[in-house]
């Protein structure tokens, strides 16, 4: 299991959001704990100490533990590269090269807000523009 990461990027990008932009949003609450994400992220990493573990950096080549991370905070830190963050949101786009939307979906911290409304809304638009014509072409007919 080594290695093996469960927020790996799916292949397909933002397919299903863009037109639900006015309401995606941002929840930091939703982000998991920074210890459960570098437990996952990263191997061997080590007994914490005050807050702050340390594990292989992803960002250089890493032989001896160099990277440090708050368990708290998730905020991190090498020593050897100089890679830093102050969030596993931070983590993730240095590590994968992605921005900062994209993070937050892999981290499930990205809310759309309530898509099935929004396209209830759109139905009931809909219907409503109907009625209308309906009612419009009742008047026109008499
Ligand atoms: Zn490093």
Redo the contacts with the bound molecule.
């Keep these: 299991m080594k290695g093996r990461s469960i927020f790996r990027i799916p292949d397909r990008r933002n397919r299903d959001s863009f037109r639900c932009a006015a309401t995606n949003r941002f929840s930091r609450e939703l982000l998991p704990p920074p210890a459960t994400f570098y437990a996952r992220e990263l191997s061997k990493l080590s007994r914490p100490s005050r807050g702050w573990a340390r594990a292989i950096?992803?960002?250089?080549k890493?032989r001896n533990p160099?990277?440090s991370v708050n368990l708290q905070t998730g905020g991190f830190l090498?020593?050897?590269?100089?890679?830093k963050g102050g969030s596993v949101i931070d983590f993730l786009m240095l590590r994968d090269g992605i921005d900062f939307k994209t993070a937050a979906k892999l981290l499930g911290a990205w809310t759309h807000g309530t898509p099935a409304g929004w396209h209830g809304d759109l139905a009931r638009q809909r219907r409503h523009r109907e009625e209308r014509d309906a009612t419009v072409n009742q008047v026109a007919h008499r």
């Design positions: 950096c992803p960002f250089h890493d160099s990277l090498c020593f050897s590269c100089q890679a």
